[in-house]
């Protein structure tokens, strides 16, 4: 975690230790934006599952990019994370399908898009990004017994 530095007035800390006031021009790691992000969501008061996601989608992502520092991450980084999810599959699981795909997409955009309005990254690489089409689903009173 980044601590405040007095020599550095663009970093206030708040009353939440690991939450502060950032301009930019403050770099952090991916372990310590990740750690960022799971606590803003957890102040919002999700649920430890949601929690879990979240950290389910960032760290095979974090993996994949070999920990590359989150303002450095480019498009072309997610696209390929998610053509190998489909692909290849993460973790020795399998290749996920739209479905999940869509899951890892917007968890990636919903971390982006909070480092975006945090100050810490320039872009969200994930927003040109379309989802992927998923096959329709019937509703569940059409399903064959």
């Known amino acids: 975690m980044v601590t405040a530095d007095p020599a550095k007035p663009e970093v206030e800390t708040l009353?939440?230790?690991?939450?502060?006031?950032?301009?930019?021009?403050?770099?952090?790691?991916?372990?310590?934006?990740?750690?960022?992000?799971v606590d803003e969501v957890r102040l919002q008061r999700r649920s430890p599952r949601y929690l879990?996601?979240?950290r389910d989608v960032l760290e095979p992502f974090a993996r994949f990019t070999g920990g590359k520092p989150p303002d450095e991450v480019?498009?072309?980084?997610?696209?390929?994370?998610?053509?190998?999810?489909a692909g290849e599959g993460l973790s020795g699981r399998g290749p996920v399908g739209a479905h999940r795909q869509n899951h890892l997409r917007d968890g990636l955009?919903?971390?982006?898009?909070?480092?975006?309005?945090?100050?810490?990254?320039?872009?969200n690489p994930v927003a040109d990004i379309p989802k992927a089409d998923e096959p329709p689903r019937l509703p569940s009173r059409f399903h064959e017994a």
């Open 109 to 123: 955009f919903s971390f982006f898009k909070w480092l975006e309005e945090q100050g810490y990254g320039p872009h």
């Open 74 to 85: 480019a498009e072309d980084d997610v696209r390929a994370f998610l053509a190998r999810a």
């Open 52 to 54: 879990r996601w979240y």
């Open 15 to 37: 009353a939440t230790p690991s939450l502060r006031l950032v301009s930019s021009g403050v770099r952090l790691t991916w372990a310590e934006a990740c750690e960022e992000f």
